[in-house]
């Protein structure tokens, strides 16, 4: 079992910074692919980025140049850096994390609200 738990939301002005974090307890956590996705109001929940075991980075077309995501397994933790934020990136933003013997995400945080105002 995995527990991920979501820090550094908040309220941003357009062009701003934020950075998130999500701090994972459990074992093997060097092992899991780490994600980032989020859901703005009225929308689908969608993938914003991922790095994985090897520290290999994907991200959505959307974000691309704008965030960066990285991970510390000493810490079991996870970040994404957001810049220049848009008021288009406001949403409810999730960190999950797929195991090796995964085909998918099987543990997700509660979420971390990041408001982008214009």
């Known amino acids: 079992q995995v527990h991920l738990v979501e820090s550094g939301g908040g309220l941003v002005q357009a062009g701003g910074s934020l950075r998130l974090s999500c701090a994972a307890t459990?074992?093997?956590?060097?092992?899991?692919?780490m994600g980032w996705f989020r859901q703005a109001p009225g929308k689908e929940r969608e993938f914003v980025a991922a790095?994985?075991?090897?520290?290999?980075?994907y991200f959505a077309d959307s974000v691309k140049g704008r965030f960066t995501i990285s991970r510390d397994d000493a810490k079991n933790t996870v970040s994404l850096q957001m810049n220049s934020l848009e008021p288009e990136d406001t949403a409810v933003y999730y960190c999950?994390?797929?195991?090796?013997?995964?085909?998918?995400?099987?543990?997700w945080g509660q979420g971390t609200q990041v408001t982008v105002s214009s």
């Open positions: 459990g074992r093997s956590f060097s092992n899991y692919a």
């Open positions: 999950a994390a797929a195991p090796a013997e995964s085909g998918g995400y099987d543990y």
């Open positions: 790095i994985s075991s090897t520290s290999s980075t």
